[in-house]
């Protein structure tokens, strides 16, 4: 199994930037499509963002899209999330989500492995 931990979230106002890590330890991370997910306050859980074992394919959700962008580093055991333009509507607790897959294409990722979430806030 993959142990995943988030780092990065934070206080920001709108219009800011926040860069989201998630560090795996365990099995062998390039065996793992990874994605991040959100949730906000009362709301279910929603899907961010999704990349293949390799880093080949990507795939955001569209209340996302063009702001957001997910990235990996198979040498760093890291999977990061890079948000800008930043609006309150992003306010949440963002979870990394591993799934055993070497599939070359993701659209989004069912969650084998979670970490404990990581709060963002952005400010008005």
């Known amino acids: 199994q993959v142990q995943l931990v988030e780092s990065g979230g934070g206080l920001v106002q709108a219009g800011g930037s926040l860069r989201l890590s998630c560090a795996a330890s365990g099995r062998t991370f390039s065996l793992y499509a990874m994605g991040w997910f959100r949730q906000a306050p009362g709301q279910e859980r929603e899907f961010v963002a999704a990349?293949?074992?390799?880093?080949?394919?990507?795939n955001h959700a569209d209340s996302v899209k063009g702001r957001f962008t997910i990235s990996r580093d198979n040498a760093r055991n890291t999977v990061y999330l890079q948000m800008n333009s930043l609006n309150p509507e992003d306010t949440a607790v963002y979870y990394c989500?591993?799934?055993?897959?070497?599939?070359?294409?993701?659209?989004?990722?069912?969650?084998?492995?979670w970490g404990q979430g990581t709060q963002v806030t952005v400010s008005s």
């Open positions: 990349t293949s074992w390799s880093g080949g394919s990507t």
């Open positions: 989500a591993a799934e055993l897959s070497r599939r070359a294409v993701v659209t989004s990722i069912k969650g084998d492995y």
